[in-house]
């Protein structure tokens, strides 16, 4: 079955400007997360959905947000790029909620920020 | 403050060998654990998990053990392969029970040399 998908696969944005990402769970998923990957602070957590209710949300400012839809498909925003927004945005499905459940990453989008 | 540590930025080894990731939490609560590997330019890919209930589960050519006194768990692959090459990423959930809430370490980049 079709894995997790993310589009883009890259993105260059200015300073200032907002993006939206997407993400496509494997089919039957009903829990999608999203991270942040950067050099320095590795893989942190931004937010999950489940049943298009947001479960719980890492310590990023508000200008980070999400929504998820009801065929499970999620989209994840950034208002007011920063140059250290700069980073790998990862998205994972599961069947259920819970880190007792195994997470399926997608690929990730590569957001540039100049 | 990191909850998650990987001390080890990058570890080498002999094709054949048994190579060993460590991975130390701060938080009791913590009630499960899990392994990630990472290729450049791929979403993390799950290898193995442990609950806390358990102190080892082994798959094949991977065991991970876990020391809930020294709060402290390690990957171990035998044999490595160059295939294993890769970052190897340590996550644990946060212990709210119902949330998909993944904290990772910074990583460990495994070499391992035919």
């Known amino acids: 079955k079709a894995g997790v998908t993310q589009t883009p696969r890259y993105l260059i944005k200015t300073r200032g400007q907002q993006v939206t990402l997407s993400c496509s769970p494997i089919?039957?998923?009903?829990?999608v997360s999203w991270y942040q990957q950067t050099p320095g602070q590795g893989l942190q957590f931004l937010f999950e959905y489940f049943s298009e209710t947001q479960r719980n949300k890492g310590n990023f400012p508000g200008r980070f947000s999400g929504r998820q839809f009801s065929n499970s498909r999620s989209e994840m925003n950034v208002s007011t790029l920063e140059l250290g927004d700069s980073a790998l945005y990862l998205c994972?499905?599961?069947?259920?909620?819970?880190?007792?459940?195994?997470?399926?990453f997608g690929s990730g989008t590569r957001l540039t920020v100049v | 403050d990191q909850q998650v540590k990987q001390n080890s930025p990058s570890l080498s080894v002999q094709e054949g060998r048994i190579s060993i990731l460590n991975c130390d939490y701060t938080?009791?609560?913590?009630?499960?654990f899990l392994w990630y590997k990472k290729y450049p330019a791929e979403g993390p890919t799950f290898l193995i998990s442990i609950s806390s209930i358990k102190d080892k589960n082994e798959d094949g050519r991977f065991t991970v053990f876990l020391n809930k006194s020294a709060k402290h768990l390690s990957l171990h692959i035998v044999p490595s392969q160059p295939g294993d090459s890769a970052v190897y990423f340590c996550a644990a959930n946060d212990g709210s029970g119902n949330t998909g809430k993944l904290i990772f370490g910074q990583g460990t980049t495994l070499q391992v040399k035919p």
């Open positions: 089919s039957g998923h009903r829990s």
């Open positions: 938080n009791s609560m913590f009630d499960y």
């Open positions: 994972a499905s599961s069947a259920r909620t819970g880190g007792n459940y195994g997470y399926t």
